[in-house]
């Protein structure tokens, strides 16, 4: 029998709603664990942690991968992640599984800085006893319109790319899992009335695996727990609509703009442009429950380009424009 899907991710205020069909498209890439231990010791360091492996097993791994990235560059073979030799193949660093019959004369010799790596973790297997789907929905941009009748909030889709409301999504996975970065971008008209706000999300699946570190004789060395990414590739997920329960809209944060009306009649209206730019990437932590125990879904979203939103605002008030409160995510409401 499958597992049910543990959800979780959206805040309190997202989870009641009426579902929008939208029309929005993604493309999904997955980083290996090499590719990402390359990058960032740390992490790999981290990743060795919750196998189960010791501290002096995670400390020799961040060793080893800051040994082959000082190599690596000092051989002219990659600098700042882009390969810069023919020999350098990241490609042929895959699979849970590394032992030395992988390996060949003519694909790795003693001045190849990344098969130490690799050789760095020959010998030892990942076997997964369980696996667990759970699915995070993570909150991208809010669209509110005020509350007084005849205002109205709009994102015009465009047939200009370098405007289209779009966002690049990495989730982190864990013990030596890699990565999985999603871009996806809307292409629907976004309208919200009077009172209203729509959400614009993201659902992506992962799987929760507890696992075993097993030595090449079959002996445990370890067990832990890590988070695979996979099946964001094989899903692709696209963002979704939510017309938000109007009784839990998102709290105003800071304050970016005021549009001036309390001198004109309530019977006229005006329309404004703004200008929408993230501040900076949002860092992703989203906490679930998986077979009772607590598990961390971590990653990063950075929206691909500015968007220009529309509103429509009746006279007879002044209107105060914020961004969302902290933690929150993107987007824009009324204070």
Not at 232 to 248: F, I, K, N, T, Y
């Given at each position: 029998m499958t597992a049910p899907i543990i959800t979780g991710g959206l805040p309190a205020w997202a989870e009641k709603g009426t579902e929008l069909p939208i029309q929005a498209q993604s493309s999904v890439t997955?980083?290996?664990?090499?590719?990402?231990?390359?990058?960032?010791?740390?992490r790999f360091a981290a990743d060795l942690q919750a196998l189960g492996l010791s501290q002096d097993?995670?400390?020799?791994?961040?060793?080893?991968?800051?040994?082959?990235t000082g190599d690596a560059v000092q051989d002219g073979q990659f600098a700042t992640g882009d390969p810069g030799g023919d020999s350098y193949s990241r490609d042929n660093f895959r699979g849970d599984y590394l032992s030395d019959d992988d390996y060949t004369e003519g694909d790795y010799t003693d001045d190849n800085a990344l098969a130490r790596l690799s050789n760095w973790f020959a010998g030892r297997k990942i076997v997964v006893d369980s696996r667990q789907p759970a699915q995070v929905c993570l909150p991208l941009f809010v669209l509110s319109a005020y509350s007084a009748p005849g205002c109205?909030?709009?994102?015009?889709?465009t047939t200009d790319r370098s405007r289209k409301l779009g966002w690049d999504v990495t989730?982190?996975?864990?013990?030596?899992?890699?990565?999985?970065?999603?871009?996806?971008?809307?292409?629907?008209t976004l309208t919200a009335d009077a009172g209203q706000a729509v959400l614009i999300f993201l659902p992506i699946t992962v799987a929760v695996e507890q696992v075993r570190v097993v030595a090449k004789d079959g002996t445990t060395i370890s067990s832990g727990q890590r988070i695979d990414v996979s099946p964001a590739q094989q899903e692709h997920p696209v963002p979704g609509g939510r017309l938000l329960d109007a009784s839990a809209l998102p709290a105003p944060g800071a304050f970016v703009q005021t549009y001036p009306l309390a001198s004109y009649a309530s019977a006229s209206s005006a329309e404004y442009q703004y200008v929408y730019?993230?501040?900076?990437?949002?860092?992703?932590?989203?906490?679930?429950?998986?077979?009772?125990?607590?598990?961390?879904v971590t990653g990063s979203v950075s929206m691909s380009t500015s968007v220009t939103l529309g509103f429509k605002l009746v006279g007879g008030r002044d209107y105060r424009l914020c961004r969302l409160a902290d933690g929150g995510g993107d987007g824009l409401v009324w204070g």
């Amino acid at each position: 029998m499958t597992a049910p899907i543990i959800t979780g991710g959206l805040p309190a205020w997202a989870e009641k709603g009426t579902e929008l069909p939208i029309q929005a498209q993604s493309s999904v890439t997955v980083r290996s664990w090499q590719d990402c231990a390359i990058d960032d010791a740390a992490r790999f360091a981290a990743d060795l942690q919750a196998l189960g492996l010791s501290q002096d097993e995670a400390d020799g791994g961040a060793k080893a991968v800051r040994s082959v990235t000082g190599d690596a560059v000092q051989d002219g073979q990659f600098a700042t992640g882009d390969p810069g030799g023919d020999s350098y193949s990241r490609d042929n660093f895959r699979g849970d599984y590394l032992s030395d019959d992988d390996y060949t004369e003519g694909d790795y010799t003693d001045d190849n800085a990344l098969a130490r790596l690799s050789n760095w973790f020959a010998g030892r297997k990942i076997v997964v006893d369980s696996r667990q789907p759970a699915q995070v929905c993570l909150p991208l941009f809010v669209l509110s319109a005020y509350s007084a009748p005849g205002c109205v909030s709009t994102y015009q889709t465009t047939t200009d790319r370098s405007r289209k409301l779009g966002w690049d999504v990495t989730v982190f996975g864990t013990g030596l899992s890699g990565e999985a970065t999603v871009s996806s971008s809307v292409t629907s008209t976004l309208t919200a009335d009077a009172g209203q706000a729509v959400l614009i999300f993201l659902p992506i699946t992962v799987a929760v695996e507890q696992v075993r570190v097993v030595a090449k004789d079959g002996t445990t060395i370890s067990s832990g727990q890590r988070i695979d990414v996979s099946p964001a590739q094989q899903e692709h997920p696209v963002p979704g609509g939510r017309l938000l329960d109007a009784s839990a809209l998102p709290a105003p944060g800071a304050f970016v703009q005021t549009y001036p009306l309390a001198s004109y009649a309530s019977a006229s209206s005006a329309e404004y442009q703004y200008v929408y730019t993230q501040e900076k990437a949002a860092s992703l932590q989203i906490g679930l429950k998986v077979s009772g125990a607590d598990v961390s879904v971590t990653g990063s979203v950075s929206m691909s380009t500015s968007v220009t939103l529309g509103f429509k605002l009746v006279g007879g008030r002044d209107y105060r424009l914020c961004r969302l409160a902290d933690g929150g995510g993107d987007g824009l409401v009324w204070g």
